[in-house]
């Protein structure tokens, strides 16, 4: 076990530090001007500024110059204003999402590096306080397994064997080249016995610990039983907890590993709110309040997480779901744009079905020829498979060639295509139709549905530009990123 893992069980009585502020510089808001006003709503130039560079970065494949990016930001000012106006931020959802997500960008401002160190003290000095005047050893040993329930022959015969190593050891046999050879621990004997460390107090079980505190550097223990068998320890290196300092790294990489700083923050925020007699999210609201006004990119941060959860609950509402709930508009939107919807080669609707009964592939045929295409699956489960009989096979689809060998043998008549057959249901079919267009919605319902979504929201931006004022200063436009 290493240092690190004997410093972990010291952080269970590890004490909070107090919590810091972190100041950074504030905005200029003179070299900030107005660059559009939406709604009656002025936006900064730091604001587009940071929404275009982020969306036109390096890697982005479809850049935009700064005049093209603008209407696009227009139209997400004016989504994200029409969720305010239909209250979405204050949906109970909404602000738990939202505060979490801010939340955790305020954290680290709740606790320094002064703490850590603070911190790094104290597990220092719980573990040397653990550790006493014992201190550490590093070892590695023989082992010989002996089962619990082991007869008294058995035990026997494992401590004659025991004996023996210890003779041979005693007269001047190699240690390394024994435990390789004879130990019944693989994990150390493929590494000559040895098992690590350094170890601390109550790290192994007392009866092999018990010996290993007798031992000094280099002595060999005579052969000792534990709850795993006969044990014989060479002790390679006793030492005291080395001084804090050389230690301190390892600490603190440990409690960075721990996520200890994020704990410590909240522990931290948790005090302040008892102090202050106030809520947590109270003590997070004045925070951000404060830090949201020193530093920029923060709040255009947060600012881009609220405004982004706010444009999907709203997109979602009029928009994406909208559309795949409204089985009339989509049909509506089919039926008026059908030409459009075609295909480059010929589909075949229906289902390649496996049988145990030459009957049934009549069966399976009379069975669905008067119901819908979509009930297909659903009418042929109910009348051919239950619980306790499974009648046929079937895979249900709108079929291209190459997407079902049978299809293609049957349908497309592909030769020489081999399909795999079923030896519990021998006799395969097919039955639908072969269509050289898409016939009703369900044919193409992806694609009808992602368009249906464009119309939607080309439309709610269009009357989003007629209810809500939009002036843009182009001298403004024209300074963005050379100023």
Known sequence: MKIQLIIASALLCCATASAQTTTVKATDSANDPVIMTIAGKPVLRSEFEYSYNKNNSVGVIDKKTVDEYVPLFVDYKLKVQAALDAHLDTISAFNKEFRTYRDQQLRPS?????????????VYDNTAREIGDKGLYSCS????????DASKGLEDTVKTRID????????GADFK???TKLSEDPGS????????????????????????????DGQISKPFKSQFGYHIIKMDKREQLPPYDSLRANIMRFLEYRQYREVLAKENVEKLARQQGTTVDAVYDARAKKLEAEDPALNNLIREYHDGLLLF????????????????????????????????????????????????????????????????AETLRKTFNNDKTIRIRVEKGLFKQGDNALVDSLEFGKKNVRHTKNKDYPI???YGKMLTKPEELDDVRGVVTSDYQNA????WVADLHDKYPVSINRDVVATVNKH
């Open 177 to 179: 080249e024994l435990a």
């Open 189 to 216: 004997a493929s590494r000559g016995g040895y098992l690590g460390g350094p170890f601390g107090p109550g790290t192994m079980v007392k009866e092999f610990e018990d010996v290993a505190y007798t031992l000094k």
């Open 141 to 148: 040993h023989i082992l010989l397994r002996l089962p619990a």
């Open 428 to 430: 395969d079919a097919v």
């Open 164 to 171: 023996s190593v210890y003779n041979a050891l005693k007269h």
């Open 110 to 122: 709740f606790v320094t590096d002064a703490d850590m160190d603070s911190m790094s003290h104290v």
């Open 456 to 459: 939607l929201e080309k439309k």
């Open 313 to 376: 609950a709203i997109s979602d509402s009029l928009v994406w779901d909208k559309a795949t709930k409204d089985e009339a508009g989509l049909e509506k939107y089919f039926k008026a744009n059908r030409k459009k919807y075609t295909w480059d080669a010929p589909r075949f609707k229906g289902i390649a079905y496996h049988v145990r009964e030459a009957a049934d592939v009549k069966a399976v045929r009379d069975c669905v020829k008067k119901v819908p295409f979509k009930d297909w």
